[in-house]
């Protein structure tokens, strides 16, 4: 299963505001890149990958020869297939581009209908708010963050949006957008129409598997791969978000989409070609930055029987610590850096801790008193 992408370049906020420029968003510059002798082949795509011949077809017609592939081809955006889906100022958020775009439809103010309350769809609406647009979200689920938090989470997101303006139609679902060329409104399953200048879309992504299932390599629900990001088909390896993996922290195969979790997959795959091959460990990591809030996670909650909280619950900072029978097994740390990095450690260890001791917020989670697990994560 995916977990929703979080903690990824600045597009669906600092960039969106106008804080950072293109440059700062690189992972190098261009000089690095010529300096390190790698080669970019933009603005060109892959037509097929022919992993027994060890080849790369071009679509202008040319072929490449390779030991090792790397398929590091993320995710595609879905899409709302709806009436007015097509409309001029319905966007998605993927690109620069996209986001040039929707920089542009803002310029002159408006309202701005955001679909979808993970965290791609609220780090919209508060960038938006912060430059004084209206906004109004619709998510179908009942709560926002719903696929990816618990409630008390959920509760506080949703409470400091509203305080800060944002409107909420949570549990409704989008029938249609109504414009004259140009989106005008949003239409609800309900009947209700939610006037709109421009609208982003935020529904999640599918990892982008079909260069490789055109090829014969095993997918479901993304490029399937082993601990050390090998596919099924010889000298191919695959990373990012396109890739399922056996996680440890998920109990099986999962696929993850963050920067962090792109950066390390990467390392395993590095190494693999360097013929020292090392097991995907990482502990999955997240982040999420909404007005001036900082949402750091460690772990999966998925299946979490017990949540102890440190800190306000309603203002802030505070975390929601997860544990499954009586083990850390994940964090969400909201403007808490101190308590998300402690957690880091007892989560990889599999501790138990001391319940009074873990809800005390005077004491750091590093000293807190705990056991280590007979069975680790």
């Known amino acids: 299963m995916p977990l929703p992408s979080t903690g990824g370049p600045p597009l669906s906020k600092a960039y969106l505001i106008g804080n950072v420029q293109i440059d700062r968003l690189l992972l190098r510059d261009s000089d690095y890149w010529a300096e390190q002798q790698v080669r970019f082949g933009l603005g060109c795509r892959v037509r097929g990958l022919d992993a027994d011949r060890k080849c790369a077809e071009l679509e202008d017609g040319r072929t490449v020869a390779f030991q090792w ?50 965290y791609v769809g609220l780090e919209v609406a508060a960038a938006a708010r912060e430059m004084g647009h209206g906004v109004t979200v619709v998510e179908a689920q009942d709560r926002v963050l719903e696929r990816v938090t618990s409630p008390i989470i959920s509760n506080f997101f949703e409470r400091q949006h509203r305080a800060r303006g944002v409107e909420f139609h949570l549990g409704e679902r989008v029938a249609g957008f109504s414009g004259d060329g140009r989106v005008s409104a949003v239409r609800l399953a309900s009947g209700q129409e939610i006037p709109v200048d421009i609208v982003i879309v935020g529904i999640g992504i599918d990892a982008e598997t079909t260069l490789a299932e055109k090829a ?114 994940s964090i969400d740390a909201i403007n808490s850096p101190k308590d998300f990095m402690g957690a880091r450690s007892l989560i990889v260890r599999g501790a138990v801790p001391d319940r009074t001791q873990l809800a005390d917020v005077s004491l750091p989670l590093k000293k807190v008193a705990c056991q280590e697990a007979a069975q680790p994560v």
């Open 216 to 329: 014969g390599i095993a997918c479901d629900g993304g490029v399937l791969v082993d601990e050390y990001c090998r596919t099924s088909a010889e000298s191919v390896l695959a990373i990012g978000d396109c890739a399922r993996h056996p996680n440890d922290f998920a109990g099986g195969l999962w696929r993850l989409e963050s920067v962090q979790h792109a950066m390390d997959s990467a390392a395993i795959a590095a190494d693999a070609i360097m013929d020292a091959p090392t097991e995907y460990r990482a502990l999955p990591t997240f982040w999420s930055d909404q007005f001036d809030l900082k949402l750091q996670s460690a772990g999966l909650n998925k299946d979490a029987d017990e949540i102890v909280v440190r800190g306000d619950v309603q203002d802030g900072p505070f975390s929601a610590i997860y544990l499954k029978e009586g083990r850390i097994i």
């Open 69 to 118: 592939c790397v398929i590091a081809t993320g995710g595609k955006v879905r899409r709302l297939a709806c009436p007015g889906s097509e409309l001029e100022g319905v966007h998605y958020l993927r690109t620069v581009a996209d986001v040039d775009a929707i920089r542009a439809g803002l310029e002159n103010g408006g309202r701005l209908g955001v679909i979808g309350a993970g």
